[in-house]
């Protein structure tokens, strides 16, 4: 019979109209039933219990479930002649079925395992086709399945929900072959990624998920975080395009602490602020680190008085195996680049030691972020790494305004000697006493009317020694300068501060040179001898520990000679090629200079400000 209602039922059929016999459905009956709602679209609930069904009558509903596309619901239990025959129809059948949502077979004589599997296929069945596929060899445990990729771009497919979630985290749990999964672009919630939280605290074998672009907020990201502590394998996760916040951003760096696994996080678009995002992205470089190293800039994060010295050179990167993710050759730019952004504010680490590795020219530039912020670091040791003249340029600008460094060691690097030696005047800057540095910025900033540097006794104490002698060399002979007076009277320099100062007297620019109470014996008036020029009209010398009359005459008279000379107008100096000059481009730079090289300049109008 045909009734357009919502549901056909056929038990107790009313015992006048049929005989008892007739109101029992077979195969016969079955196969006509299955015909008529092949067609229908009306029906949604079928009930078969209690009737006279065999695995034939079963396979011609099959047929019918796999062209309609309205029946949600469909009872055949207490038929005692069914197999498991029955059970495989009806599950290959809900492969290509997408509409059913509940189906009761019984259990028959085919024991437990067939009804379970039965309500996996149903469970399934409303699920986005790309599951369904994917979850055979999953269950299966192939081990050629090494990657789930279900992600759902642009929503062009059926996306996966919180179920789907629970769905693929049940076969996942049988399976120890998946290595990545990527779960992108869908609708997966704070439910689902506990479900995947559940997944990872037992899983041994997934390096890579990627659940971006999907509904997770501050709870689920909470549960993938604890998970994580005791996940050792999970490599890269990818959480961008949800809603974790910044609250699940802290769970994330608590986990971090923790973890010695994660090596790659992107957090973005999170509704978190860029800080967090910063310090995140960081945290997890230590993870590519050594422990020793994690834990020391973890340390010195957290303002620990006990850090002060860091040591990181001849860094086994992976001593005995114990650190399989580290990356070998020592420390890298990854370390350079946690280590400037951990000691950024630290007040106690005055030691670095870098030596080493394989830091290359990219990492100058967080060296020199460190370098301009840091102002504790007096020694920062880089030998033996892979650092390039490209990498200067932002190192001398953060030299410039750095005022503590007073060791930066760049030897063994593939740099020419030239370049070393820049770099280390102008560290050497920064051992000088301030009326020297402020003197030399001045030269640095290009001050036209700059004619003479007194550098003489001040209340009784002697400032400069031969170091001095090498930075004014250094200084005079690398910028554009007017000097023709140097005082250098009651010092401590002795003949090896004459070299340097000898080489100034060859460039022919200085007229007159004190050098009296100092420490300078013959062997040092013999160098200046030397090579005193031409243009030299006043040296004095007296005061120092000289015994030899003969070269004290022969001085005097070089000097007589170049004063009956007629003088030629002394041409600025001009840099060597290839000098490195300074420019101060804007206000917001001078604000980095030594508070009083920056007052003495801008009193005496002899910084030039260059505006873009």
């Excluded at 006048?16 to 008529?36: E, H, N, T």
């Excluded at 709602?37 to 009558?57: A, H, K």
């Amino acid at each position: 019979y045909q009734r357009r209602v919502h549901g056909v039922e056929l038990v107790d059929a009313p015992a006048p109209r049929f005989p008892a016999k007739a109101a029992l459905v077979d195969d016969v009956g079955a196969a006509f039933l299955a015909k008529a709602l092949s067609s229908n679209i009306t029906v949604t609930t079928l009930n078969l219990t209690f009737q006279n069904l065999t695995d034939e009558g079963i396979r011609h509903l099959g047929e019918m479930l796999k062209l309609n596309r309205t029946l949600e619901r469909l009872f055949v239990a207490h038929n005692p002649l069914l197999t498991k025959l029955a059970f495989q129809t009806i599950i290959s059948a809900l492969r290509v079925n997408d509409v059913v949502r509940d189906v009761d077979l019984g259990t028959g004589n085919v024991g437990e395992e067939w009804p379970v599997e039965l309500r996996r296929a149903v469970e399934m069945n409303h699920e986005p086709p790309s599951l369904k596929q994917a979850l055979p060899p999953l269950l299966n445990n192939e081990v050629g399945v090494r990657h789930v990729t279900l992600q759902n771009p642009k929503n062009q497919l059926k996306p996966l929900t919180d179920h789907s979630c629970e769905v693929l985290c049940k076969a996942l749990m049988s399976n120890s072959h998946v290595t990545s999964i990527d779960l992108s672009s869908n609708k997966i919630g704070d439910m689902g990624a506990r479900h995947l939280a559940k997944y990872l605290a037992s899983n041994g074998s997934c390096w890579y998920l990627d659940i971006s672009a999907n509904q997770i907020g501050v709870s689920g990201a909470e549960a993938l975080a604890a998970a994580l502590k005791k996940n050792l394998s999970l490599k890269r996760l990818n959480v961008s395009g949800n809603s974790i916040f910044e609250a699940g951003g802290r769970a994330i760096d608590e986990m971090l602490q923790v973890n010695s696994s994660l090596q790659k996080l992107k957090v973005s678009q999170n509704s978190m602020s860029q800080e967090i995002e910063r310090h995140l992205a960081i945290t997890v470089l230590l993870n590519s680190q050594t422990h020793h190293i994690k834990q020391s800039l973890l340390r010195a994060a957290r303002q620990d008085h006990s850090v002060c010295i860091l040591d990181f050179s001849d860094v086994d990167m992976n001593p005995n195996g114990q650190t399989p993710n580290a990356t070998p050759q020592g420390v890298n730019d990854e370390t350079v680049e946690a280590l400037a952004y951990f000691l950024k504010s630290n007040t106690h680490v005055y030691s670095v030691d870098l030596s080493n590795g394989s830091i290359t020219s990219a990492a100058c530039g967080h060296l020199a972020a460190l370098l301009k912020k840091n102002t504790t670091i007096k020694s920062l040791l880089l030998r033996n790494n892979k650092i390039n003249e490209a990498g200067l340029a932002p190192i001398l600008e953060a030299l410039s305004v750095n005022p503590s460094l007073i060791e930066f060691d760049l030897s063994d690097n593939p740099l020419p000697d030239a370049a070393i030696w820049n770099v280390r005047m102008n560290v050497t800057l920064n051992s000088q006493p301030r009326v020297l540095k402020r003197m030399l910025m001045k030269i640095r900033a290009g001050d036209p009317s700059l004619t003479t540097l007194r550098f003489c006794d001040f209340d009784g104490e002697r400032y400069f020694d031969d170091n001095s002698c090498e930075v004014i060399h250094h200084f005079l002979l690398t910028y554009p300068h007017a000097i023709t007076h140097l005082l250098l009277s009651n010092n401590m320099i002795t003949d090896q501060g004459l070299r340097p100062l000898s080489a100034l007297l060859q460039r022919n620019t200085l007229r007159e040179l004190h050098l009296d109470g100092n420490q300078v014996t013959d062997v040092g008036l013999a160098l200046l001898l030397k090579n005193v020029g031409t243009n030299l009209q006043v040296l004095r010398i007296d005061n120092n520990d000289l015994e030899n009359p003969h070269l004290q005459k022969q001085l005097e008279t070089k000097l007589r000679e170049n004063a009956r000379r007629p003088q030629k107008a002394v041409k600025p100096n001009v840099p060597r090629k290839g000098s490195p000059t300074m420019v101060i481009e804007n206000a917001d730079y001078l604000k980095q200079m030594d508070d009083m090289i920056l007052a003495d300049a801008l009193a005496d109008r002899t910084v030039l400000v260059r505006s873009r």
